[in-house]
């Protein structure tokens, strides 16, 4: 089991940079897949980038390929979204999560965290 929190959320200018990170607990953190997702309101949660277990392998929804980078440090038990060159339709509550499996789809995913919230000015 892991538990998740996200932190590094604010409120930006359209074009601006932010770090959000994930910081687990749980002793099982290197066997678990993360991805981020993001939730905009009156939308549905959306897939943003997922990544592997060993960190080796990544991948990310057209619509932020090129802008967001997706990364993590087992030892530390973090994971990492760099998000460049925002845009206002960028804003939404970032979500990570853990899953079992190297998927994109949310219900592979078995632990959440609690979100943090992006906002872009246009």
């Known amino acids: 089991q892991v538990q998740l929190v996200e932190s590094g959320g604010g409120l930006v200018q359209a074009g601006g940079s932010l770090r959000l990170s994930c910081l687990a607990s749980?002793?099982?953190?290197?066997?678990?897949?993360m991805g981020w997702f993001r939730q905009a309101p009156g939308k549905e949660r959306e897939f943003v980038a997922r990544?592997?277990?060993?960190?080796?392998?990544?991948y990310y929804a057209d619509s932020v390929k090129g802008r967001f980078t997706i990364s993590r440090d087992n030892a530390k038990k973090v994971v990492y979204l760099q998000v460049n060159s925002l845009k206002p339709e960028d804003t939404a509550v970032y979500y990570c999560?853990?899953?079992?499996?190297?998927?994109?789809?949310?219900?592979?995913?078995?632990?959440w965290g609690q979100g943090t919230q992006v906002t872009v000015s246009s």
């Open positions: 990544i592997r277990t060993s960190g080796e392998r990544t």
């Open positions: 999560a853990a899953s079992n499996t190297y998927s994109s789809q949310q219900d592979e995913y078995t632990y």
């Open positions: 749980g002793r099982a953190f290197g066997s678990y897949a």
